[in-house]
């Protein structure tokens, strides 16, 4: 079937512009991660979700990042007032559940502020 | 906290020979052990996981990785390499016990090239 999808892979704005990043998870798997790669590094985890809840949000970096799962599929994590140190690979996972340890991972959208 | 250790940033090997990408872990309690290769311009795939048992662990494309709890080691190893093998692999921990974190913590890679 159809692995993790993300769109766009590739972003490029203006510093304070806000950006939306879209994870399509694999289907009928209950966790979603966001992880941000600086290049040269392994990814850092931002957020997770369990369907709908947000279960850990320890990662984000400050309030100008959220994340949303309202349906328990297609997750949104959104970037306001972007600062050129946004700029990333930002990187979702999915499992079949938090007791299903291995992530399959999407092909990451790299945003670029300029 | 967990962490982990990747102690080198680029592996060379020629065709043919064995490799071997090391990996050294810290974690509270007992350890789930993942390793993921990423190719250039591509997502992060899985490899291979250690979770309990049998200490050496064997996974895609022929590679296979040990578990050493006293040196709380996980390194990637593969008895024949091939060029296609060259890529950046990364190694990640999460603890094993229900109620602690479930998301993974990488290390920062290492960039395999297998010379022909």
């Known amino acids: 079937g159809a692995g993790v999808s993300q769109s766009p892979r590739y972003k490029v704005t203006k510093r304070g512009q806000d950006v939306a990043l879209r994870c399509d998870p694999i289907?009928?798997?209950?966790?979603l991660y966001w992880y941000r790669q600086a290049l040269g590094q392994g990814p850092e985890f931002l957020t997770y979700?369990?369907?709908?809840?947000?279960?850990?949000k320890s990662g984000l970096p400050n309030d100008r990042f959220s994340a949303e799962r309202p349906e328990g599929s297609i997750s949104t994590l959104t970037i306001q007032r972007t600062e050129q140190r946004d700029s990333a690979m930002y990187r979702c996972?999915?499992?079949?559940?938090?007791?299903?340890?291995?992530?399959?991972f999407g092909p990451g959208t790299r945003l670029t502020v300029t | 906290a967990q962490s982990v250790a990747q102690p080198e940033d680029q592996v060379n090997v020629a065709e043919g020979n064995p490799l071997t990408v090391k990996c050294t872990y810290s974690?509270?309690?007992?350890?789930?052990l993942f390793w993921y290769v990423q190719y250039p311009n591509r997502g992060l795939q899985f490899l291979l996981k250690y979770i309990t048992g049998d200490n050496l662990v064997k996974g895609s494309y022929g590679f296979e990785a040990e578990f050493n709890k006293s040196q709380t080691s996980f390194h990637l190893k593969k008895p024949s390499a091939l060029v296609s093998d060259s890529a950046l692999y990364f190694c990640a921990v999460r603890p094993l016990s229900s109620g602690s974190a479930r998301q993974l913590t990488f290390g920062s890679g290492t960039q395999l090239t297998v010379l022909p």
């Open positions: 289907s009928g798997h209950v966790s």
């Open positions: 974690v509270s309690g007992n350890p789930y």
């Open positions: 979700f369990n369907y709908e809840a947000q279960q850990d």
């Open positions: 996972a999915s499992s079949l559940g938090t007791r299903s340890y291995e992530q399959y």
